[in-house]
């Protein structure tokens, strides 16, 4: 850069060659990266005047003109540098792309920036960062098809999409969108990796006609210099999303390991069971989980509870409500997450005043039968984060799997009958003061 910029001025400076030149009033000066491209000529008269005073004035004056662009244009150059090197400087790159955002406003006037990442195998993209003023509705990582976009446009031409005045010519899926969010004016320039359109960065303005041809070598300069790092930055997450999820297959298959090592003792199954409950709510740290079988009714029987609340609060020992989260989870067959259990339908009053804030609800199953549900139960709100919830599901399943393997099941439904008849009876004998007439 620095000796670009020596040799731009050293030109500057020696004057010699622009004497008796004079810009023609009608000759072209082409715009670039904030460069004009100086075109000269003779003037007719340049002969008889050469050496006057007021010819001296042209020349100066088409210097300085030329310095002050020649500077801008030095400039610009820096902040795009500098712009790329802010993206290029990490693997994450979200880390930056607030920087990156106010850095190129130093450039090109915008009211809101976007940059999509194009899956071509999926025909989608999506969008990864937005900055400002945008496309309402958009949310990061949401795939969004290509077809009849100004991305999906780009990705087919590999071109920069230049639009003027949106309003003119609606017919793009995100237009009115746009122009509800008082946008007129786009740039969408091509992300190009090794030959590859990988995404598009998208300038919006709110003004008509507010980019052209320099905003377009500069976006376009630009974007060639970051394409890279970008892609690199995907594989990078790529690389990243699979370590997280082996290591999450690793502690489903210890926690799975630990709960077959349980069932496969000797001993009663009761015990089993509890052991089982008491692993789970030190994994998913709970104040308090149950093990629920259903009986010949359909109502879910408590088998076994563990956890910190427990001992204080015992759970209730039968569900009969079918309207419950509960019963919803065991009848369906799929896990059921409330992570602010009293905004939910029907909470259960007995919950709210143990001060349980967030539940699990995650049903056993033997083939296609149901077999039970496990409840978690946490005093903390939105405590069952995506992961959490990932992990318990399948240790769930796979309970399920080594119950039916174990030829628990039996046992399980045997219990729980037992349990449903001893709670009848002692339903009967409090349904009236009557004693002697129900015996």
Not at 175 to 185: F, H, I, K, P, T
Not at 303 to 325: F, H, I, K, Q
């Amino acid at each position: 850069m620095g000796n670009l910029k020596e040799r731009l001025l050293a030109v500057i400076s020696d004057t010699s060659h622009t004497v008796g030149m004079r810009r023609s009033r009608h000759s072209p000066r082409r715009q670039g990266m904030g460069l004009f491209g100086l075109v000269a000529e003779n003037s007719p008269g340049a002969s008889q005047t050469n050496g006057s005073a007021n010819d001296q004035v042209v020349p100066t004056t088409e210097n300085s003109e030329l310095h002050r662009q020649i500077q801008d244009s030095i400039n610009e150059m820096a902040v795009l540098d500098e712009v790329a090197r802010i993206i290029t400087s990490t693997l994450n790159v979200s880390q930056v792309y607030d920087l990156f955002a106010a850095e190129m406003k130093k450039l090109v006037e915008f009211d809101g920036v976007a940059i999509n990442l194009i899956d071509h195998q999926a025909r989608s993209f999506a969008l990864q960062y937005t900055f400002g003023a945008n496309i309402r509705g958009r949310r990061v990582g949401e795939a969004v098809p290509l077809e009849n976009t100004a991305t999906g446009y780009v990705a087919s031409t590999g071109l920069t999409l230049l639009r003027e005045d949106i309003a003119a010519n609606v017919n793009l899926n995100a237009d009115q969108a746009l122009l509800d969010e008082g946008l007129r004016s786009t740039m969408r320039t091509p992300l190009v990796s090794q030959g590859k359109v990988i995404g598009t960065i998208g300038l919006f303005s709110q003004q008509i006609s507010a980019f052209g041809a320099r905003e377009q070598v500069i976006i376009e300069r630009l974007a060639s210099q970051i394409a890279p790092a970008i892609e690199n930055t995907q594989l990078y997450e790529l690389t990243r999303n699979a370590e997280k999820e082996a290591h999450q297959r690793s502690e489903e298959l210890s926690v799975l390991f630990d709960v077959a090592s349980v069932l496969s003792k000797p001993g009663d199954f009761l015990d089993k069971a509890t052991s089982v409950m008491e692993l789970l709510a030190e994994v998913s740290q709970v104040e308090w989980a149950t093990l629920r079988l259903p009986d010949q009714d359909g109502n879910l029987v408590l088998l076994v509870a563990a956890g910190s609340a427990v001992r204080t609060s015992p759970p209730m020992p039968v569900l009969s409500d079918r309207e419950n989260l509960a019963y919803s989870a065991f009848q369906e067959g799929k896990p059921i997450v409330a992570n602010d259990y009293s905004a939910g339908g029907k909470p259960s009053p007995a919950i709210i005043e143990l001060g349980m804030k967030s539940m699990v609800l995650l049903p056993l199953r033997a083939g296609d039968q149901p077999l039970g549900l496990i409840d978690l139960v946490s005093r903390h709100t939105n405590h069952f984060t995506p992961e959490l919830v990932k992990l318990l599901t399948a240790v769930a399943e796979g309970v399920g799997t080594l119950l039916e393997n174990a030829g628990l099941s039996r046992e399980l439904r045997a219990n729980a009958e037992e349990m449903a008849v001893v709670d009848g009876i002692a339903r009967l004998i409090t349904a009236t003061l009557e004693i002697d007439q129900v015996y």
